[in-house]
């Protein structure tokens, strides 16, 4: 049964720092992985999504990296700015099973002034 | 477009009441998905449906859950009677074409039942 796990649970960190939030499932046959970023009291929006045959995305300050064999992810956040404060969730789609994403309990990221 | 609309935004009810949640997914799209999340056990995918029709609610808790989806752009998920482990804050979310494609999100309601 695939499991997500994130770590850590939360991140506080000085604005301007580059920072790594990670990522990992324990069955490494999988479709695709995407990144979601949840505002508080709003849903999530999807920033990345890697499929099982790409090893990385990026989109602007953000890159995303996939290493199947270790059952690996991270997100790397450049610079990062207080407007990037919010909760970074992972999520797994199995290639076995077409109709479930497994997510993780996501990082909360607090960027300070 | 105006996203994924979802209402209530917060939902406050006794014990035993009924609780319906409504959405309405984005314009075109044919996947429609409803998720509960809590803090201990975070996004739980509850019921999935692809033009109108379920084709998995093996996430659907007990009897006392049920969605709906009577067209293409509405869905109600109703809980009865409600009990205080039911609060959780639920998310619709909808996409193109199921699964492989990105789910975009509504803001959720958020329920408290009492």
């Known amino acids: 049964k695939q499991e997500v796990t994130q770590i850590p649970a939360a991140l506080s960190v000085p604005e301007g720092e580059n920072l790594v939030l990670n990522c990992s499932f324990t069955d490494s046959a999988i479709y695709n992985l995407q990144w979601f970023r949840q505002d508080p009291g709003k849903g999530l929006t999807s920033l990345l999504l890697i499929q099982s045959s790409q090893r990385e995305q990026t989109s602007g300050r953000l890159n995303a990296s996939l290493d199947k064999s270790s059952g690996r992810s991270t997100l790397y956040i450049a610079a990062s700015q207080p407007g990037d404060s919010a909760t970074y969730l992972c999520a797994v789609k199995d290639a076995g099973n077409n109709r479930k994403l497994i997510w993780g309990l996501g990082t909360s990221l607090a960027v300070n002034p | 477009d105006a996203g994924v609309i979802q209402s209530p935004r917060h939902e406050v009810t006794e014990m035993g009441q009924e609780v319906t949640l409504r959405c309405k997914p984005i314009?075109?799209?044919?996947?429609l998905f409803w998720y509960r999340q809590t803090m201990m056990r975070g996004l739980e995918l509850l019921i999935y449906?692809?033009?109108?029709?379920?084709?998995?609610d093996s996430g659907m808790p007990e009897d006392r859950f049920s969605a709906k989806m009577p067209n293409a752009s509405f869905s109600t998920l109703k809980i009865q009677p409600s009990e205080p482990r039911d609060s959780a804050v639920y998310f619709c979310?909808?996409?193109?074409?199921?699964?492989?494609?990105?789910?975009?999100f509504g803001p959720g309601t958020r329920l408290t039942v009492l």
């Open positions: 979310a909808s996409s193109l074409q199921g699964f492989p494609d990105t789910q975009y």
């Open positions: 449906f692809n033009n109108n029709v379920p084709i998995d």
């Open positions: 314009s075109g799209h044919n996947s």
